[in-house]
C-alpha cells in the first residue's frame, strides 16, 4: 500500500459541467502524476506536480487544470466535461522502494461524462 | 521526446508456456520501468530496470540502454499472469514517466 487514494472512484456526469478528482497521499512525497488510461493509448500524462504550487503540462494538458495547495493533495480538474474526456484517471506518486525510485498509482477514477 | 514503443500488442499463451514482451525507447534513459496492470485495474510495479537483467520468481527482466530496448520474460505462465504490461521511460527532464500502449496478455487453462 504506497498510501495514495483517488476520489470519487466513479463519477458519472454531464457534459458541460465541471468535474473535481481528489488524490490524496499520506507518503509526503514531492512529485504527484495524473495519468488517463484509454483503450489504444496506455496512460498519458495530463499534468504533475514537484512542489506546493509547483506544476506542469503534460502531453495531454487541453481541458484540464491542476491544483496543490499543499504536499498530500493534488486536484484535477475538467472545466467543462466533454465525452472525450470519459477515462479512468489514475494519480500517481514518485517516491523511493526496495528496488530504487519508482512510481506508486492509485487505484483509478472511472470518469463518464454523458 | 521519448518515444515508447511495445511488441506485441496483443498475446494468447497456453498456461505453462513462455513469452518474451518487448520494450523499444527512441531516447537515452536512465530509468526503465516495467508494469503490470490486472484485469481489476490495478498497476503493479515489476521492475527498475535501467540497465541490466534482474530477476523475481518467473519473471525477468532485461535492458540493453545501448540499443535501446527491454526484454520482459514470462516463464510457466499462469493465468494469474493475464493482463495488460507496460514498460515507461523517464523523460528527458526526469520528471515523469512516459509509457508504452502495453502488451495486452491473456493465458487460458
Known amino acids: 500500500d504506497a498510501g495514495i487514494t483517488q476520489s470519487p472512484r466513479h463519477k458519472v456526469t454531464e457534459t458541460g459541467t465541471p468535474v473535481t478528482l481528489r488524490c490524496h497521499q499520506t507518503?509526503?512525497?514531492?512529485?504527484m502524476y495524473w495519468y488517463r488510461q484509454d483503450p489504444g493509448h496506455g496512460l498519458r500524462l495530463i499534468h504533475y506536480?514537484?512542489?506546493?504550487?509547483?506544476?506542469d503540462k503534460g502531453e495531454v494538458s487541453d481541458g484540464y487544470s491542476v491544483s496543490r495547495s499543499k504536499t498530500e493533495d493534488f486536484l484535477l480538474t475538467l472545466e467543462s466535461a466533454t465525452s472525450s474526456q470519459t477515462s479512468v484517471y489514475f494519480c500517481?506518486?514518485?517516491?523511493?522502494?526496495?528496488?530504487?525510485?519508482?512510481?506508486?498509482f492509485g487505484e483509478g477514477s472511472w470518469l463518464t461524462v454523458v | 521526446g521519448i518515444q515508447v514503443e511495445q511488441s506485441p500488442p496483443d498475446l494468447i499463451l497456453q498456461e505453462g508456456a513462455n513469452s518474451t514482451l518487448r520494450c523499444n525507447f527512441s531516447?537515452?534513459?536512465?530509468?526503465l520501468q516495467w508494469f503490470h496492470q490486472n484485469p481489476w485495474g490495478q498497476l503493479i510495479n515489476l521492475f527498475y530496470?535501467?540497465?541490466g537483467t534482474k530477476q523475481n520468481g518467473r519473471l525477468s527482466a532485461t535492458t540493453v540502454a545501448t540499443e535501446r530496448y527491454s526484454l520482459l520474460y514470462i516463464s510457466s505462465s499462469q493465468t494469474t499472469d493475464s493482463g495488460v504490461y507496460f514498460c515507461?521511460?523517464?523523460?528527458?527532464?526526469?520528471?515523469?514517466?512516459?509509457f508504452g500502449k502495453g502488451t495486452t496478455l491473456s493465458v487460458s487453462s
Open positions: 507518503e509526503n512525497h514531492r512529485y
Open positions: 531516447d537515452s534513459v536512465n530509468n
Open positions: 530496470i535501467p540497465s
Open positions: 515507461a521511460a523517464y523523460n528527458q527532464a526526469g520528471t515523469a514517466l512516459i
Open positions: 500517481a506518486i514518485f517516491g523511493s522502494g526496495s528496488s530504487g525510485n519508482t512510481i506508486y
Open positions: 506536480s514537484y512542489g506546493v504550487k509547483d506544476t
